[in-house]
């Protein structure tokens, strides 16, 4: 699944380890879903969204393979 976490990173002031550890998770979890190797837990996703004031749909897209939906 592609995402938009590196842009609204960097667009917040966040690094990776800053954003980590206000979401309880590891650096290298974040690093991960910005690579798109590690897809979040729904859990994951809202606290993202909340985060950045922006809804999962803005932060992750997600691909069929008949294209997007």
């Keep these: 699944m592609e ?3 590196v842009k ?3 667009t917040f002031g966040y690094s990776q380890e800053r954003l980590a550890a206000k979401l309880g998770v590891s650096r290298q979890t974040i690093i991960s879903i910005e ?3 590690y897809d979040p ?3 994951l ?3 993202l969204a909340r ?3 922006t809804t999962i749909e803005d932060l992750f897209i997600y ?3 008949g294209g997007y939906e």
Excluded: E, I, M, P
């Design 3 to 5: 995402n938009n976490l």
């Design 8 to 10: 609204y990173r960097k």
């Design 35 to 37: 690579k798109g190797k």
């Design 41 to 43: 837990s729904l859990q």
């Design 45 to 47: 996703a809202f606290q």
């Design 51 to 53: 985060v950045f004031d």
């Design 63 to 65: 691909h069929t393979k």
